[in-house]
């Protein structure tokens, strides 16, 4: 039999992180060494994110053959699955008792879960301790289908040693005990290493883990490198790019790899983002694209600790694409469809995704597979503004499936942003505009000449950081909204003013993030902040900087049509081959 699925044990106490995992329903439940101590007459719920079996998931995808349900645990009790369903509520399937003495013994016993009425949903267990404590060390859903697939890893780090690390010893720690793990291409883009026992750490294991030190090329130089080494070593089925700064339980490659070894098709398998300042909410699930290249968060903001929420996962949700804080992808496409074009940073990961799936490799969003990441709201944008619209730019008219954003759609968000005083993305938008109007010739020039040319916009144009006591307008008092009327009127009066007086000297107002736009900014400066207050920013009218930028819009606006016109970006194709990118790689 060979393991799909392993539970995973709670490493902390706090009550929102510990019910990702599992719940008291009576009594109690201690951690006891790597598993757990469920005391007697206590009952104990895995109805939880990390540890429910999705199974209208693993059936739509997976072939499993029969389904065993291993416990290594010393003591007796009773093991009770329920399935939870959008249709038919939820409702206990079947129950097995048990008993052992030896921890190290395995109790293995068939799952059943057909009925003569075709259901499926989300499975889940409960367990339950007769008069004596139940001591378990592990708990796996295992085949009768053996896998012999492989995996290989691909890490992209730019000065986070201390993260990089800790990640690094968690994957050395699963491959002792997941021997489906062949290489891991780590691929250093910052500073030689100070930290000596990360240098030690790749010393001693040379074996398992290779370091690769180069320039500085963005993430997508980064993970592009070890897409290529994966797929020219020929090493692996399935190749996971992820983030060095994330904080992960190992057992969840293990688990995601069990999911990608046993689909029916060829599928690539994405990991969810939880928010590592409220570890039990679910930040983003994946993304949906639309035509024009703007993307579509699933399941933000949602509380997954709350069992009741994981009846969203009751039945399949598609994605179109999984961004590469996890993204396990099959080896042999890497190949078929090419590598990633040198954008640098943001959207490789969005245009990948789509690629893949033009070319009939669906990437699927399995829930309980997730890591925590820094969530987007703790910083405001800066130069990653210019990546995202430039990117998205290039991927809508690159893209014979997609259609490129309408200019006055464009040019809206635009204006809105220079009404609000925002100088910085505007002047970063429009830069990014005239990038996107030079076509594939763009990238003759060095992107990490680009990149600085982007961060010095960035830099000059800022807004400035206060010590503010802040004290914002109320939702009540921010909630307005200009009709389509009401809009053109308005953007022209405060074209005119902000052109003409000097509105520096207005009352500064505070404004949360959600609440900056023309209607309740009115030409005056302002404190911005977000939901946590981890920043106070000051935007002020500046009259010269206005009519510099309101100049250079109206000739970014020619100058995107005609750039849409001429197809420039058609022959993109040519930047993303496996000879391009080893010749920046020399």
């Known amino acids: ?319 179109d694409y999984n961004a590469w804080w996890f993204c396990m992808v099959p080896t042999k496409s890497i190949a078929e469809i090419k590598l990633p074009a040198p954008i640098f940073i943001r959207g490789d990961d969005q245009e990948y995704g789509m690629r893949l799936k033009k070319f009939g490799v669906e990437t699927v969003g399995l829930p309980g597979i997730a890591l925590w990441h820094e969530p987007f709201y703790i910083k405001v944008g800066g130069w990653q503004t210019y990546y995202d619209f430039r990117n998205r730019m290039i991927l809508s008219a690159s893209d014979s499936d997609m259609k490129s954003e309408k200019i006055d759609k464009l040019f809206l968000k635009v204006f809105r942003l220079l009404l609000v005083h925002d100088y910085q993305s505007v002047k970063l938008i429009l830069e990014a505009v005239k990038d996107f109007s030079k076509g594939i010739d763009l990238f003759k020039e060095n992107t990490v000449d680009i990149h600085d040319r982007v961060v010095k916009i960035s830099k000059k144009y800022a807004p400035k950081s206060v010590n503010v006591s802040f004290n914002p307008q109320s939702d009540e008092q921010a909630n307005k909204k200009w009709n389509k009327t009401e809009r053109r009127v308005n953007f022209a009066k405060q074209i005119a003013l902000l052109s003409s007086v000097n509105n520096s000297k207005k009352e500064v107002k505070h404004l949360w993030d959600r609440h900056v736009k023309p209607e309740n900014v009115q030409c005056s400066p302002y404190v911005k902040s977000n939901g946590i207050q981890s920043y106070h920013y000051l935007y002020e009218p500046d009259k010269k900087v206005f009519k510099e930028l309101l100049k250079e819009i109206v000739e970014a606006q020619l100058s995107y049509a005609y750039t849409i016109k001429l197809n420039k970006w058609k022959k993109i194709d040519s930047i993303k081959s496996f000879e391009y990118w080893s010749e920046i790689y020399e």
């Open 1 to 319: 039999m060979n393991t799909f699925k392993k539970v995973l044990f709670p490493k902390s106490n706090i009550p929102k992180v510990k019910n990702l995992y599992l719940s008291t329903v009576i009594g109690n439940v201690f951690n006891h060494g790597e598993g757990i101590r469920i005391q007697r007459n206590s009952k104990v719920s895995f109805n939880s994110y990390f540890n429910s079996f999705y199974e209208s998931y693993w059936n739509k995808y997976c072939e499993l053959g029969k389904v065993y349900f291993t416990l290594r645990a010393a003591g007796s009790g009773r093991v009770m699955f329920y399935r939870d369903t959008t249709d038919n509520g939820c409702y206990e399937i079947f129950s097995k008792e048990f008993s052992s003495s030896n921890i190290d013994n395995e109790i293995d016993f068939e799952l059943f879960f057909n009925d003569t009425f075709h259901d499926e949903g989300r499975i889940f267990f409960d367990i339950e301790a007769n008069e004596q404590d139940i001591l378990i060390k592990a708990i796996e859903f295992k085949s009768s289908i053996p896998a012999k697939q492989r995996l290989s890893i691909g890490i992209c780090t730019f000065n986070r040693e201390d993260m990089l690390l800790d990640n690094l010893e968690s994957v050395l720690a699963l491959s002792k005990r997941f021997k489906n793990l062949s290489q891991v291409f780590v691929v250093n883009q910052g500073d030689e290493f100070k930290n000596p026992n990360l240098n030690e750490f790749f010393k001693n294991n040379l074996n398992l883990f290779k370091l690769i030190s180069q320039g500085n090329l963005g993430g997508t130089g980064g993970f592009t490198r070890t897409l290529l080494e994966a797929s020219k070593a020929n090493i692996s089925d399935y190749h996971l790019l992820m983030d060095d700064d994330v904080l992960i339980d190992a057992d969840v490659i293990e688990n995601a790899f069990g999911f990608a070894s046993y689909s029916k098709n060829t599928i690539a398998v994405g990991g969810q983002m939880l928010d590592l300042l409220r570890p039990s909410m679910l930040n983003e699930y994946g993304c949906t694209v639309s035509n024009d290249g703007y993307i579509s968060p699933i399941f933000s903001n949602i509380d997954v600790s709350n069992y009741p929420e994981l009846a969203r996962f009751n039945k399949v949700t598609k994605i």
